[in-house]
């Protein structure tokens, strides 16, 4: 029991959620929702760990946990309404978290514009310096 306390505790400073639910409530909870495809999961005790944000983060902290303690094991989970296995979870929980992952999409992004922009400034300043030099000369 104290071994689940500290997973809640550890999950809760992230602003995610665990319980320990039974098993015909967990498959009454599930069914005409999206979980309703992790059913065949629902066996034995278990306990449902619940993000509403990022995804990332929850499989990270869940994996970290249940490599210390080797009583949790990792039957299954569901992301963004898709049901994973326990090697996709730790595929998930490899990548970056999301504020990393907006960041390189807004890099990417912002390079090519900011490559357009360097054209469009070095054309133009091309052009003043050619104008430049065209009055240098014409003054001469």
Known sequence: MEEISD????????????????????????????????RETFKGPIGV?????????????ILEFSKANEKLQIKGGIVEGGVCS???LK???ELPS???QLAMLIGAMQSPLSKFAGLLNASISQFV??????QNKRES
């Open 98 to 100: 999301r504020e990393i």
């Open 129 to 134: 310096y050619a104008m430049k030099a065209l």
């Open 49 to 61: 760990a619940f993000s509403y944000g990022d995804p990332v983060l929850l499989a990270k902290k």
């Open 86 to 88: 326990p090697s996709q």
């Open 7 to 38: 997973l809640r505790r550890k999950l809760r400073e992230h602003s995610f959620e665990y319980k320990v639910v039974k098993n015909t409530l967990a498959k009454r909870a599930a069914a005409d929702t999206p979980v309703d495809a992790a």
């Open 91 to 93: 595929s998930i929980s």
